[in-house]
């Protein structure tokens, strides 16, 4: 009977070298694949966060020139005629800035908080023709309907930091 003991020493470094490499291999790619699903992962909550920023910060600035609107429209009532051609003049300014603010939200989105800016937008519009017409001619009526018409004005902000805050608090 030979001696199969060499043999059995070769077959089994041999099976040695062939497991620790296959083990080897098999923990690289694993490790591989944990490495780029974590990868993965970060930079999906980092785009994330940037639109979460980005939306802050757009949305913070809308609010902030809706409010500039509204506090710049507040004294009307008090006004000559020729005051209320300056403020309308100035209005106008405020409302390009609100517009500007509107159209980067639209950019931003969601549709809920598009809506809601659009109609901030639609009712600065409104304002502007009410005040003209408190301009030509500073009645009772059309200073009352000016009021009437920034008092909704008014009630168009909270609709939109509601919408913009449940956006911010979703992502």
Not at 82 to 109: I, K, M, N, Y
Request: net charge neutral; glycine share 6%; hydrophobic share 45%.
């Amino acid at each position: 009977m030979p001696d199969n003991s060499l043999f059995v020493a070769g077959l089994t470094g041999v099976t040695a070298i062939v497991a620790s490499s296959l083990a080897s291999w098999l923990t690289s790619r694993g490790n591989a694949r944990a490495a780029r699903v974590q990868v993965d992962a970060t930079v999906e909550a980092q785009r994330r966060e940037g639109t979460r920023q980005t939306r802050r910060v757009a949305y913070l600035d809308l609010i902030e020139q809706a409010q500039v609107v509204a506090d710049g429209l507040r004294g009307v009532d008090d006004l000559s005629v020729t005051e209320c051609e300056a403020a309308l003049a100035a209005h106008r300014d405020r409302h390009q800035r609100l517009r500007r603010a509107v159209t980067l939200v639209d950019l931003e989105g969601p549709s809920t908080v598009q809506v809601a800016a659009s109609n901030l937008l639609i009712m600065s519009g409104t304002l502007a023709t009410a005040l003209a017409a408190t301009a030509e001619n500073a009645g009772r009526d059309n200073r009352r309907e000016f009021q009437e018409t920034l008092r909704a004005y008014i009630r168009l902000i909270t609709p939109f930091v509601d919408a913009a805050a449940a956006v911010l608090n979703e992502t």
